[in-house]
């Protein structure tokens, strides 16, 4: 070989390096957009609370009935604000937004009512939408499923996405673009 050859193979072999590099380079820029993204993702849970309500009658601890609520939960990475919440028979909007901490799980989290017993039936499932935001002031709605069976609340999570939704001041609920 001579030293020509050996030049050029040296700037072919440069060459495939300074390729293979710029690959690396751009599937390290993707994979740390991604991360970037499941970093601050926004996810709400909804759990039941349902205690027992209790008296005394003739000397014996009768059930009553049962005192159900919501504990709004945040799963997700980022803090969240409840603006506004539709749900069977009630939609409540608040002035000041209600913050569910992140990373608190069972520590902290924001309490409801359910819905009205007489807004649902017994059996039937119904839709509950929370409005929320984030801290970058992003807009999400986050849509869960309930059913109430033998007097207890029973919810599950069906989506969290991101969503154009105003707060009118009317009573109709917010507007969603």
Not at 12 to 21: D, F, K, T, V
Not at 107 to 114: G, M, Q, R, V
Request: aromatic fraction near 10%; proline fraction near 6%.
């Amino acid at each position: 070989m001579t030293n020509y050859q050996i030049q050029i193979s040296g700037l072919i072999l440069q060459g495939l390096i300074g390729l293979l590099a710029i690959l690396f380079a751009a599937l390290q820029f993707s994979i740390n957009r991604r991360l970037i993204r499941l970093q601050d993702y926004v996810a709400v849970s909804i759990v039941p609370g349902n205690e027992p309500v209790q008296e005394v009658r003739d000397g014996k601890m009768v059930l009553t009935g049962i005192r159900g609520y919501m504990k709004l939960l945040n799963t997700g990475a980022s803090n969240v604000y409840l603006h506004r919440i539709a749900m069977p028979g009630r939609k409540e909007s608040f002035s000041v937004p209600r913050m569910i901490p992140a990373h608190a799980l069972e520590a902290s989290y924001y309490w409801l009512p359910p819905p009205a017993s007489d807004a649902v039936q017994e059996g039937n499932e119904f839709l509950i939408k929370l409005f929320l935001t984030d801290e970058g002031g992003k807009k999400y709605l986050s849509i869960h499923g309930g059913v109430l069976n033998n007097s207890r609340f029973a919810f599950w999570s069906l989506k969290t996405h991101r969503s154009k939704w105003s707060c009118p001041a009317s009573e109709t609920g917010p507007v969603i673009d």
